[in-house]
Every structure is written in structure tokens, then in C-alpha cells.
């Protein structure tokens, strides 16, 4: 045994090597983690001098395992698919996932940490709505429940805030449309409620200016989350207007993209690289259906697994912890340029 006094579980855990949750799992209940990692635990406890805290496992006894993951809308394939992959990671973790669908409802928002409280969770992972969140409440739920929030950021709100970074994702397409055509125009909601729209339309006038390109923004008129469907309507009428800047599209995400490529069709407009194509149209998001459009969409990825991994892993080292941790932790993951047919 060593003669290196260890504190705390997370001391424990930077010289075993082993996870702070996998830590968790194994003191709550041994055969709940693999035979390997069972026998180097074993094997840490036996070269440290370390004895976990039982009063501070026995409180972690107390909470369920239930872990609330709450998303803006259940029916887009987005959040559908960042949600199933965080459900995935929370469950290796020995906890159950419990999801709801805010329908783009600020109040219903809040009525979905109201009805999770009464399921005493051991912590909540928040895609919130953004501007149109009814933030009081939320700031309150989350001073009472550890919560975690991705996708779209409430500054200073819950334990931290797991995401993309939009001003890299959106810089690197920007050059790689420039280097390989007109510089794009960016097609995006004049009112949006996403967070993540303004610091992509930030990003858009940062990087065209870097560039030394003019920038023009190309507002769609109309709220909610219906999209495809603004898309698609405002892309007919500035299509038809005949007074587009450039023959270069991005847009703010891809499913305005989508909407705005069916109205390029409707139009006569031809999509793509040829020598028969007109336009070039470009997304954000890689959203599941951009692969499926016609032409296939050139979009941003965001890194699904990378952040719902760091989500899960984020919210579980909290909750599970000996001691509160004071400090909210932001972590930003870089997008890849996903080259397709349309741009």
C-alpha cells in the first residue's frame, strides 16, 4: 500500500484512473460494474490508502435513479437523435432515462421540471428553449435539482452548459463556400428563439469580415418552431424577388435549409456544383433527413455523441459528488464540414 494519504473520491479517482460515476457504481454496488473493472478497483484499494465517505454514499443512496432529459421538441429527428444518445449513456451509467417534449411551450417548459420534481431525480439534462424560456422558474428548479444544460445556453443557469461551437462550426463553412464559390448570403429567422441562431449569425459577420466579404443577412419572416415550413415560404419570396446578393446560400440551420431547397425547386432553380446548377445551398446542424434531400445537403455536424457523452458524464460526477462544486462548468465541442452535392 502506498503511504499517500487519499482525501476525497476524486483524488481516488485521478490515481486509480477509473471514472468518478464508474467510482460511484462500484461502492453503491460492487457487481454492478464489469469483472475487469471490478478487479482494478480492488487492486487501487489495495495499493491506496483510501476509505470512501459512507455518509456521503449513504445520501447518494437516497436519490432515485432517475435521470429527466427534457428537449425543446420529441418530433424533430434532431433532438430525437441526441436524446436516444444520452439515454444510451445514462443507462450504462446504472440510471433511467425519463424523456419529455416541451412542444416549443415555454410553459409547458417548466410544467416538465414541475412534473420531474415529483419523481425526486437525481438531475435533470436541459435542452431549454432559449429566449422564449420562462427563465425564473428555471433558475429556481435548478438551484433546488442538479441540471445540466446542452444544445442551447441560459447564461450562469444550472451546473453548466455542454454544446457546439458555433463560432468555429460556422467559420469553417464560411471559408470552405468562399474558397469554392460567390461568398454566401445567410438565410435565417428574424426573430429566432434559439440561442445558438444569434451566435451563428454572430459568427457569420465575424468570418465574412475576416475574409474581407461583404455580409448580407436574408431574414425569413415568422416564429415558432415550424421551420420548414418559414423556410420554404420565405425562400419562395426571396427566390422569386430576383434580388438575391449572391448565388450562395447558408443557412442558419437545416431544416430552414430543407424548406428553402423545396422552394428553390418550386422555382425552377437547379442545386448543386454543375455546369447546369444555378445556386449553391448550404446548412447547420447535419440534422438526420440532410442526407436525404435532393440534392443531398453540405452542412455542419455537430459532435451527437461527443456531447451527449460529456453531458451524461458532466451531470452524473456532479450529482454524485462528496461536496457541492461551485464552479459552472461550459464545455464546447468543434462541428465537421460535411461536403454534399448541394454546396
Request: hydrophobic share 40%; net charge neutral; glycine share 8%.
Amino acid at each position: 500500500m502506498t503511504t499517500k494519504k487519499i482525501k476525497n473520491m476524486e483524488e481516488f479517482a485521478a490515481v486509480s484512473g477509473i471514472s468518478r460515476p464508474t467510482l460511484s457504481k462500484f461502492f453503491n454496488d460492487p457487481v454492478s460494474v464489469r469483472a475487469s473493472t471490478k478487479a482494478r478497483i480492488e487492486a487501487a484499494l489495495e495499493r491506496y490508502d483510501f476509505k470512501p465517505n459512507l455518509y456521503a454514499m449513504n445520501q447518494n443512496r437516497r436519490l432515485t435513479k432517475n435521470i429527466g432529459i427534457i428537449v425543446p421538441h420529441l418530433a424533430d429527428p434532431f433532438f430525437a437523435k441526441i436524446a436516444r444518445t444520452i439515454e444510451d449513456h445514462i443507462q450504462v451509467m446504472g440510471y433511467r432515462p425519463v424523456l419529455l417534449g416541451s412542444q416549443g411551450r415555454p410553459e409547458l417548459e417548466v410544467q416538465n421540471l414541475e412534473n420531474l420534481r415529483s419523481l425526486k431525480p437525481a438531475g435533470i439534462l436541459f435542452a431549454p428553449l432559449g429566449r422564449a424560456s420562462n427563465r425564473g422558474p428555471i433558475e429556481a428548479f435548478c438551484k433546488e435539482v442538479p441540471t445540466l444544460l446542452f444544445d442551447a445556453n441560459l447564461e450562469g443557469v444550472g451546473e453548466g452548459f455542454i454544446g457546439s461551437n458555433n463560432d468555429q462550426s460556422v467559420g469553417l463553412i464560411v471559408d470552405y463556400l468562399c474558397r469554392t464559390g460567390e461568398p454566401p448570403a445567410f438565410f435565417e429567422m428574424k426573430s429566432p428563439s434559439n440561442p445558438n441562431a444569434y451566435k451563428r449569425r454572430a459568427a457569420y459577420l465575424k468570418a465574412m469580415g475576416q475574409l474581407g466579404h461583404q455580409p448580407h443577412l436574408i431574414q425569413a419572416i415568422g416564429d415558432g418552431w415550424e421551420f420548414e415550413e418559414i423556410g420554404f415560404r420565405e425562400g419562395m419570396r426571396v427566390v422569386a424577388d430576383k434580388t438575391l446578393p449572391t448565388d450562395t446560400i447558408l443557412c442558419s440551420n437545416d431544416r430552414l435549409a430543407i424548406g428553402f431547397l423545396s422552394a428553390a425547386f418550386e422555382s425552377g432553380r437547379r442545386i448543386g456544383l454543375g455546369p447546369d446548377c444555378s445556386m449553391r445551398v448550404a446548412g447547420h446542424d447535419d440534422h438526420p433527413f440532410s442526407r436525404f434531400t435532393c440534392p443531398t445537403l453540405t452542412t455542419i455536424s455537430q459532435d451527437y455523441e461527443a456531447i451527449a457523452k460529456k453531458s451524461a458524464e458532466t451531470l452524473l460526477t456532479r450529482v454524485e459528488a462528496e461536496s457541492p462544486v461551485d464552479s459552472r462548468e461550459e464545455v464546447l465541442f468543434d462541428g465537421r464540414l460535411v461536403m454534399r452535392h448541394s454546396a
